[in-house]
């Protein structure tokens, strides 16, 4: 929403319906072939992801081909002219994000994003190579392919953009990137979703980081609101001051963009709605 306008977050049948098509069987699939505990199919022969860290998504690297079967999940499902991969300089390689948009019926130029990134680290492998990172991103990266899934041949009022970063990990360099180019359209909304599949103690709480933009609070707010809409069976820890800027938001908090990010419970400081104990894998 625009600053300060009122928007309904409350119960919508269609939404409702949306939720209902969600199909975990293949959203576990997803992070499941991203970290390699399944083959990915490219070129018609199986195929394990062993690395999902930037330079190999992009140097050619035999073990990391997490980009390339990302993309073509996308190209599947959406025309070319829908389908951005947009470069980036990643200490000389030409870096990429996947950018999918589907056009607003009534309101085209008005944007909400959902994002995650798509790269991953290693701490403690020979040379960093792998990287299969479950929690930190396949989770969120496997979510924006079932958004894609069920938005395909859909249409809402205001544009919907899926954004896979890469490089995150370095430094939020892949959204640092989209911003600079990117960041003069008229944004409504962004939604970030990092490392949220984590619930070790089994309270099912995780946190929203609002941040202190007018705009992120509306969004946080709203997201609260649909918790208890769709009576899902959750908690969550609301951060406004202390919330984190260590992952894309970041960029577009920079740029006085109204974002939240969804993240696994991983802080002390809580809200009254919220977890007790910190969590964090």
């Keep these: 929403p625009?600053?300060?306008?009122?928007?309904?977050?409350?119960?919508?049948?269609?939404?409702?319906?949306?939720?209902?098509?969600?199909?975990?069987?293949?959203?576990?699939?997803w992070v499941e072939v991203l970290t390699g505990e399944q083959p990915a199919e490219l070129g018609g022969f199986p195929y394990s992801i062993r690395t999902r860290k930037t330079r190999f998504l992009f140097d050619g690297s035999p073990d990391g081909r997490g980009y390339d079967y990302v993309l073509l999940q996308v190209k599947n499902w959406f025309p070319d002219q829908a389908i951005i991969e947009q470069t980036y300089d990643y200490v000389g390689l030409d870096a990429k994000n996947i950018i999918v948009t589907i056009p607003g019926s009534t309101k085209p130029d008005e944007y909400v994003l959902m994002v995650a990134h798509l790269d991953d680290t290693s701490w403690n492998s020979i040379g960093g190579r792998i990287a299969p990172g479950a929690n930190d991103?396949?989770?969120?990266?496997?979510?924006?392919?079932?958004a894609a899934r069920l938005f395909r041949q859909m249409r809402f009022e205001r544009s919907i953009r899926l954004i896979w970063f890469t490089g995150e990990e370095a430094g939020t360099v892949g959204s640092r990137a989209y911003v600079r180019d990117y960041g003069n359209l008229d944004y409504r909304g962004v939604i970030n979703l990092d490392m949220f599949g984590w619930d070790g103690d089994g309270d099912r709480c995780f946190e929203i980081h609002v941040g202190t933009i007018l705009g992120s609070d509306e969004i946080g707010s709203c997201m609260a609101e649909t918790i208890t809409s769709y009576t899902h069976d959750l908690k969550y820890d609301y951060?406004?001051?202390?919330?984190?800027?260590?992952?894309?938001?970041?960029?577009f908090w920079l740029k006085d963009i109204g974002a939240i990010a969804v993240s696994e419970n991983f802080s002390d400081a809580g809200s009254e709605n919220g977890c007790l104990d910190a969590d964090m894998n």
């Design 137 to 146: 991103n396949a989770i969120g990266a496997a979510t924006l392919l079932e």
């Design 2 to 29: 625009a600053q300060g306008e009122l928007v309904e977050c409350s119960f919508n049948p269609s939404v409702n319906a949306l939720l209902s098509q969600s199909n975990i069987g293949s959203w576990l699939h």
């Design 239 to 251: 951060l406004k001051t202390n919330a984190t800027g260590r992952s894309d938001h970041i960029n």
